[in-house]
């Protein structure tokens, strides 16, 4: 079992669907992080909250909106995606520089 | 941008062979991490590595840093069934604490 909780495990939205990821730990990480991983491609780095401030911002499109509203729980909000957008999508969590601890993902499906 | 490459891309080994991988940057990098990912899953760290020259063992993984800190290899010894999945090094950029990108990837296929 992964200390990284994700929800939903699948998601599947309309282009003109508003709809949200939730990530969770409780292992006292400051840092988390949202990842995207294309089939057979390594995983992209999006969005990065330290001490529940945005310190990273990878030129995401706008569509993609994240919120860390303490440092346990963080969410993707999402809004008019592309179907290129689906992709499996993946928070992770650290203690300061430490290695990253990924969660299981939501397979997100855009139609 | 930073890019790290990986290979081989893919190999098919039989059960009991040892495997060697290897990563590659044109850039320094301040850490290198080992991941494996199993299909439907999220990567799950195997080693970590720290410092220029570090060599780290955890049961029958072996990797190291290399001294430029632009490379980094992993071994896996007596390959066994179990051990299929895709393999992504990650290295932490001189640019931040948190920027941590990811390599190709080995997929790595074992015959019993």
């Known amino acids: 079992d992964t200390e990284v909780t994700q929800t939903p495990k699948h998601l599947v939205m309309g282009m003109t669907n508003k709809k949200s990821l939730k990530c969770e730990q409780h292992?006292?990480?400051?840092?988390m992080y949202w990842y995207k991983q294309k089939a057979k491609k390594p995983p992209e780095l999006m969005f990065v909250?330290?001490?529940?401030?945005?310190?990273i911002n990878e030129s995401v499109p706008s569509r993609f909106s994240p919120e860390c509203p303490n440092s346990s729980l963080l969410n993707l909000h999402l809004h008019a995606l592309q179907p290129e957008d689906s992709a499996l999508y993946l928070c992770?969590?650290?203690?300061?520089?430490?290695?990253?601890?990924f969660g299981n993902g939501t397979r997100l499906t855009v139609t | 941008g930073q890019q790290l490459n990986q290979s081989p891309q893919s190999m098919f080994i039989q059960e009991g062979e040892d495997v060697s991988m290897n990563c590659t940057s044109s850039?320094?990098?301040?850490?290198w991490l080992w991941y494996k990912q199993d299909p439907g899953e999220g990567p799950v760290l195997l080693i970590a590595l720290y410092k220029a020259g570090e060599l780290t063992s955890n049961g029958r993984l072996t990797a190291q840093f290399g001294i430029t800190r632009k490379d980094s290899f992993l071994n896996i010894s007596a390959s066994i069934p179990s051990d299929v999945g895709i393999y992504f090094c990650a290295g932490q950029t001189t640019s931040g604490t948190y920027k941590y990108i990811f390599g190709t990837g080995t997929r790595l296929k074992v015959l019993a």
């Open positions: 992770a969590s650290s203690l300061g520089s430490s290695p990253l601890h």
């Open positions: 850039s320094i990098f301040n850490t």
């Open positions: 909250y330290s001490y529940e401030k945005l310190s």
């Open positions: 292992m006292g990480h400051r840092a």
